[in-house]
């Protein structure tokens, strides 16, 4: 599943499923153009509790993260901008414990107490 925003100010409208879709990475393949700042959700984790995910350049070399349940979201941003900008010059990954403007939505927003913690964790890797 994936957040669909609004095209202007990337406002969250609902989420949509990857099937069929576009944003369907589940196999691994080329972003090619596929312009991509959008949020991510019902990640497949192993029997440990971990996802990850494995970025590589054409050459084969790549680098790969991962992490735990504790963040069931995660935003892929492909820094796209708009000719004669230099594009495509990075590729943000970041897994989150919830959802963009989930401070509104209140969507998997982790509340903590007085006292309370939270914990999450995640590794980076050369692939």
Do not use: Y
Request: glycine content about 10%; aromatic content about 8%; charged content about 20%.
């Amino acid at each position: 599943m994936f957040l669909e925003v609004t095209p202007d100010r990337l406002l969250p409208v609902t989420t949509r499923t990857v099937h069929g879709h576009q944003f369907d990475f589940r196999a691994p393949r080329a972003i090619g153009a596929t312009q991509i700042d959008h949020a991510f959700t019902d990640l497949e984790f192993d029997d440990g509790g971990r996802t990850q995910l494995i970025a590589r350049d054409p050459g084969g070399t790549g680098v790969g993260m991962a992490w735990d349940r504790a963040c069931p979201w995660l935003q892929v941003h492909a820094a796209d901008k708009p000719a004669p900008a230099a594009n495509r010059l990075g590729l943000a990954v970041e897994p989150m414990t919830c959802p963009p403007d989930a401070f509104n939505s209140g969507q998997d927003l982790v509340q903590l107490g007085p006292g309370s913690s939270h914990q999450a964790g995640w590794s980076i890797f050369v692939a």
